[in-house]
């Protein structure tokens, strides 16, 4: 795959809603070059109806090993919120700041057990490419992890 700038300039990610549910921008994170991040939106999830923040979603701008493993986009839905598709609608909230990003394919990553993460990929529109093996170099082994999921979103 090809590296973007890590440098990437952060574009208005413009309103992004779905019904009951907002991506809300919190904060634009820079690169971090000497752990090999690239550049991060980092979004809450909003419920439009009860102003209530469901919790967090993000996008990595990039191409790297870290994104092999790590994907582009990383979320996590509070348990009450739970069984809503609001990790998959989220995910399909930020396919077009991605392909202004030129982030084609773009992917997203999980722990083989986490079934609803795999579902919401699934959901979201994601073919499972592999499950790979982590590298021990890998921030995700040092935390215990071994496997990655890796879907695939033709954008």
């Not at 109806?49 to 990383?74: A, C, V």
Request: hydrophobic share 35%.
């Amino acid at each position: 795959m090809e590296i973007i700038e890590k440098d990437a300039i952060f574009l208005d990610p413009g309103k992004l809603i779905d019904d009951d549910l907002e991506l809300v921008l919190v904060k634009k994170v820079p690169a971090n070059e000497k752990k090999g991040y690239f550049p991060m939106y980092e979004f809450d999830m909003v419920n439009t109806i009860t102003g209530e923040r469901m919790w967090e979603i993000n996008l990595r701008i990039g191409y790297n090993e870290n994104i092999q493993y790590g994907g582009h986009i990383g979320y996590g839905v509070d348990e009450k919120f739970r069984g809503h598709h609001y990790a998959a609608r989220s995910v399909k909230l930020l396919f077009q700041l991605a392909k202004k990003h030129g982030l084609n394919p773009m992917l997203i990553t999980c722990n083989p057990e986490n079934i609803a993460s795999r579902k919401a990929c699934e959901c979201a529109g994601g073919a499972l490419i592999e499950i790979l093996d982590l590298p021990e170099h890998n921030d995700q082994y040092q935390r215990g992890e071994r496997q990655k999921c890796i879907y695939k979103f033709d954008l």
